[in-house]
């Protein structure tokens, strides 16, 4: 018996549907280069996570997969609040930085002191 990691189902779904509305804006404007790309972006990240060399055969695996999973269950992991992310801590505004420690002159906020 043959095992293999299987894609989340979520983010096949995901980049599905992705690759249907840069599908459907690209035939709306074909000479869109910036369009184009992030289609052919989408494109290639589907080829990469089914496993498959084009985007049609692709597709095709990414649908079979979905409809042999199942729908999502109504109640899921996803639909509890993800806590925020902790606030970055600011240094004081007239905190002397570590090249005061050290008896050297400041550094411009931003540069290494590569001293």
Excluded: K
């Excluded at 404007?29 to 992030?38: H, I, S």
């Excluded at 589907?46 to 990414?62: D, F, N, P, S």
């Amino acid at each position: 018996m043959v095992h293999m990691l299987l894609p989340d189902r979520h983010l096949v779904d995901d980049l599905l549907g992705r690759y249907r509305s840069w599908e459907r804006l690209v035939l709306a404007d074909p000479l869109d280069e910036p369009t184009r790309r992030r289609f052919e972006d989408v494109a290639y990240t589907l080829c990469v996570l089914m496993g498959q060399r084009t985007a049609r055969e692709a597709i095709w695996q990414a649908e079979t997969y979905l409809r042999r999973t199942g729908p999502e269950p109504a109640t899921s992991e996803r639909t509890a609040p993800e806590s925020p992310a902790p606030e970055p801590i600011a240094p004081e505004p007239n905190a002397p930085g570590p090249a005061a420690s050290r008896g050297a002159e400041p550094v411009a906020p931003g540069v290494r002191d590569e001293r």
